[in-house]
């Protein structure tokens, strides 16, 4: 029996994967669920799952959620706060860490759960992208397990061979290249003059992949393609000369590795974060997510092109970022969120949330980050700035 911390157990991510613990009552457990506002879906899921402890994010919303909770005659521990969510990643009953909560806020417990030695897996890429190496050290000295739920990055993990996990350095595997697809998103092909005027409903209406709000945004600026880039570059150590991103729209094939022989191996299915999600809970064994198998007879044709960073200038920031340094990952991050948490509110135009990227980095001085106090610290300073910058538009 594998017990489960779940963070961010509302969203997207979250539903998929208590979705794969409902098929697989005889292997997981959860032992805490967690969520930042959805405190209706938060109590329907306890009321299910049974947790021995229940967080929200808000510390107003105690009254609701224990009240909720008593209700429907459960005893679960109900905790508040960022430490609510640290100290349930870090319950020694706990084993595995879904780390699914968007954004920065995702980082201290993600942190708290590599710290504290937890097989870790990880969709929040944003935690990764604000403390690159920072974070792999705290995996490596504490011999956490940080397995990829992004799908890209789960392919490419299992493209990968087994001894990977063991030795993480790529540089024994004679790999050639990393080939990170993304299908371009909802604006692949609009007419550049059209972006200007996209809606949020229209960004958010992905032709492949149904996704909380925030990463829909992403992908259809193509920054997530960006975050993944760096992601990529810290979660398998590899120089960023050796990460190609390539456009697949139709999102079959979810990335590939290319090995020195030329021989290539792409992992395929359905877009459905099922499989990746139930590919690390069972890891390295196998189970059934759910999830319909491809039927070859019906797919139409795959195509493949290169990426265009006049339409997706954010792509660009983030691959530069990489050779910049920590600091310009972290505030493009910072910058992003809030960005992107303006764009959905109508305040600015789908081309601004590139813009105010762009600026904030302009702006920002090189700056050493040297422990997890200094990133959280960096992130604010930059979200203060992205928020100058956005008022002064
Ligand atoms: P979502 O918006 O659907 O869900 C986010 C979850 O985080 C919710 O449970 C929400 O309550 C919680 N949350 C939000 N703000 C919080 C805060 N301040 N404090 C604590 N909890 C908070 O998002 P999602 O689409 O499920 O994405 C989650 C993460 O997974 C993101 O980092 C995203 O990039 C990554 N990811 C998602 C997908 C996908 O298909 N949805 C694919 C790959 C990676
Ligand atoms: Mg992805």
Known sequence: MQNLCVLGATGSIGKSTLDVVRRHPDRFNIVALTANRQIDELVKQ?????????????????????SGLAEEGLSAKVLVGQDGLITVASLPEVDTVMAAI????????????????????????????????????AV??????????DSEHNAI??????????????????IAKILLTGSGGPFLKTPMAELQHVTPEQACAHPNWDMGRKISVDSATM????????????LFGVPKELIQVV????????????????????????????????????????????????????LASLEFLPPDFERFPNLKLAIDAVEAGQWASTALNAANEISVAAFLDGRITFLDIARINNEVLEKSASHVLSNIDEVVAYDLQSRELANRVLEGL
Request: charged content about 15%.
């Open 46 to 66: 306890a009321v299910e799952f049974k947790p021995d402890y229940v967080v929200c994010a808000n510390p107003d919303d105690y009254s609701l959620l224990a």
């Open 102 to 137: 968007v954004g920065a806020a995702g980082l201290a417990p993600t942190y708290a759960a590599a710290c504290a030695g937890k097989k870790i897996l990880l969709a929040n890429k944003e935690a990764l992208v604000m403390s690159g190496d920072l974070f792999m050290q």
């Open 157 to 174: 993990f299992q493209c990968l061979p087994a001894s990977f996990c063991e030795h993480r350095d790529w540089s024994q595997l004679g």
């Open 140 to 149: 490596m000295k504490h011999k956490a397990l940080l397995l990829p739920v």
């Open 247 to 298: 456009i697949h729209p139709q999102s079959t094939i979810h990335s590939m590795v290319q090995y020195q022989d030329g021989s290539v191996l792409a992992q395929m299915g359905q877009s459905d974060m099922r499989i990746p999600i139930a590919h690390v809970m069972a890891f390295p064994e196998r189970i059934d997510s759910g999830v319909a198998p491809l039927d070859f007879t019906t």
């Open 223 to 234: 920054m997530n393609k960006g975050l993944e880039f760096i992601e990529a570059h810290w």
